[in-house]
């Protein structure tokens, strides 16, 4: 519930429950409010409305024994009997020690190597035996607590050994075992600051939970699984926003910070190395400088050996039904001569009409005039068709696009014409030509990747642009047939298809990477953001499957999460003010309590409230990257 104090402040997320005299004094401990605002100084806080949320009020404590306006004076012996027990405790350890090492020495057990216990053990009989045991609530509470800071002091300090310190420590809890629940209600004081967890009440709470512990481990096995192993701090892993702020804050400190930088600089290292891995993994044989370039020149001489290989077997196959005498048998061309004379009047837009005429009329079949619509074209053979059908391919190269679609719609009738006559072998070099055509003429980045600009002798791409035309830029039916006729095209083939996957995962690795940032050790910094758009672009239109197999693509897409895991942080955990997050709020809380006695109390362990920060500081992070 929330709570409106007399003064008008409001208080958010008061536990149901809490009384008025406690909401008091945690809003006057906080600096909410003062004595004042509550109409007295004295404990009572009857006549003062306190309301929740619902404007429903509070109901008062119970009356208190000790009469208004009295103030208790024991009450103010509280620091001093802090000061007494931690005093008496400090000197009972240091005699304690004195008579450990005389007594260890005097009984043979300091020769015999068991000084150390018999030490230790003396110091805590006099640690029990003269320690003031502070007998006001005051005294109870600030020696528990200087118990509970005493166990983050560093080993040594002082002068004093661990097991002294150890001891030391002891003697502050010697001195609070009168009020044994103080420090936990110190400890509890702590806690609201924290994170809140899910309580085990709530079958709700255990599944979330599960839930997020699955989710952690999943993360770093993971992260685990690539080829470099990266390994995840506890923030990465289970992305929980307070663990995430303090790990981001921590990072800026010079000295604190020193173990989370080295060890997200050494997964930065990795998501590079794990890219370089990838690279490696497909048996590439180019460097990396100029790799475009020569992965083009390898798919290029690839798919042309191949283009020549099949053009060859084509050649092979019609001599072979000529010579069984299979292209003699008659065909109609009538419908070449209805197309013809309907677009005569293109003649003067597209010449190769009028080179199909005359060809017609050299090879004697042709009669009528194209110019007055009265062309015919009389009985010819499959052979004679054949013959016409490569003349339109010598006569209509060039630039014009007019000719070039009058010269393929001529080609498309001849073979319409001839379709199904002649005997096995006409057909199968009929299919074998069919199939030459699907692979790369009607292919567009095959016919693209092997062909000239119309008129020129210059490549339609540009050899270093062949991986980025086929990869990124085509569909993925196109690459799909450029894998094909590469992973078929033998030795020669399989190694050019491994250099384009090699290219494309140089591609993404410089695109995630473009950024000027390096890492200590002059590596480039990988952009989670570049990385994963790279990787997404692939992989939205099913490429990234095409191109390195699903089992591989899917241990990209790990890569991609990891990274993401390792680097991307929950929205407003990194802190760009320099504020405090919970987690070290929580921390300085708890030291500056800690420090809430008198100095010569903490000056007798020559560690202060920084020193005490710094080890509860180092101990997060210890517990943070393990």
Not at 210 to 219: D, I, K, N
Not at 413 to 420: A, F, K, P, R, V
Not at 520 to 541: Q, Y
């Amino acid at each position: 519930m929330d709570v409106k104090l007399p003064n008008g402040t409001i208080i958010k997320n008061v536990p149901d429950g809490t009384s008025k005299e406690a909401v008091k004094q945690k809003a006057i401990a906080a600096g909410l409010a003062k004595p004042e605002d509550f109409g007295e100084v004295a404990s009572t806080t009857a006549n003062i409305p306190l309301y929740d949320d619902q404007n429903n009020p509070i109901e008062a404590d119970a009356p208190q024994q000790q009469p208004s306006g009295e103030v208790n004076p024991l009450n103010m012996l509280g620091p001093a009997e802090s000061a007494l027990a931690a005093g008496t405790g400090a000197i009972s350890s240091l005699a304690g020690a004195g008579a450990g090492v005389v007594k260890s020495i005097a009984n043979g057990d300091y020769f015999a190597g068991k000084g150390p216990q018999v030490v230790e053990q003396t110091m805590q009989d006099f640690v029990q035996t003269g320690t003031y045991q502070p007998r006001t609530q005051a005294g109870q509470d600030i020696i528990g607590v200087v118990g509970e800071a005493s166990e983050l002091l560093p080993p040594v300090a002082a002068g004093f050994s661990p097991a002294q310190m150890a001891i030391a420590g002891q003697s502050a809890r010697a001195a609070s075992q009168v009020a044994p629940t103080v420090a936990r209600g110190a400890a509890q004081s702590i806690a609201q600051a924290l994170p809140q967890m899910p309580q085990q009440g709530s079958a709700r709470s255990i599944g979330a939970a599960e839930t997020a512990g699955g989710m952690e481990a999943m993360r770093r096995e993971r992260a685990a699984s690539l080829p470099v192993p990266m390994n995840l701090s506890k923030g990465q892993a289970t992305q929980d926003f307070a663990q995430q702020q303090f790990e981001r804050e921590i990072a800026k400190r010079a000295e604190e910070g020193a173990p989370i930088r080295e060890f997200m600089n050494d997964n930065l290292r990795k998501a590079v190395l794990n890219m370089d891995a990838f690279i490696d993994e497909t048996g590439t044989k180019l460097p990396d400088t100029a790799f475009r370039l020569q992965t083009g020149q390898k798919i290029d001489e690839a798919l042309r050996k191949r283009a020549i290989a099949d053009k060859a077997k084509i050649r092979v196959a019609y001599k072979e039904a000529e010579k069984a005498g299979e292209t003699n048998e008659p065909v109609s061309l009538s419908q070449l001569a209805d197309y013809l004379n309907e677009n005569r009047a293109e003649a003067g837009l597209a010449p190769i009409m009028q080179a199909v005429a005359k060809q017609l009329e050299v090879q004697g079949v042709g009669g009528g005039s194209l110019a007055d619509g009265t062309l015919q074209i009389g009985e010819m053979t499959i052979n004679q068709a054949e013959r016409l059908r490569k003349s339109i391919n010598k006569f209509s190269s060039g630039a014009d696009a007019n000719n070039l679609r009058v010269a393929s719609e001529l080609k498309q009738l001849i073979d319409e014409s001839t379709e199904g006559a002649g005997g096995q072998k006409y057909q199968a070099a009929r299919k074998l030509r069919k199939q030459y055509a699907d692979n790369y003429e009607r292919t567009e980045i095959v016919k693209n990747i092997l062909g000239s600009k119309r008129g020129s002798n210059d490549r339609r791409i540009a050899l270093e642009d062949v991986v980025d035309k086929a990869v990124f830029n085509g569909s993925v039916e196109d690459l799909s047939q450029v894998r094909r006729l590469l992973q078929t095209q033998g030795q020669e083939g399989m190694a050019a298809w491994r250099e384009l996957q090699a290219a494309t995962m140089r591609s993404i690795r410089d695109e995630a990477t473009s950024s000027v940032g390096q890492t200590p050790d002059g590596l480039p910094i990988v952009s989670p953001a570049k990385l994963n758009k790279a990787i997404m672009r692939l992989d939205e239109n099913g490429k990234l499957d095409k191109i390195f197999g699903k089992k591989n693509a899917e241990r990209l897409k790990d890569l991609n999460e990891a990274v993401k895991d390792a680097f991307v942080a929950q929205s407003g955990a990194v802190n760009a003010s320099n504020t405090s997050s919970a987690v070290l709020a929580a921390i300085d809380m708890m030291i500056s309590a800690g420090t809430m006695v008198p100095t010569p109390i903490l000056s007798g362990f020559k560690y202060g409230k920084d020193a005490l920060k710094k080890r509860a500081i180092e101990k997060r992070v210890e517990e943070a990257l393990k």
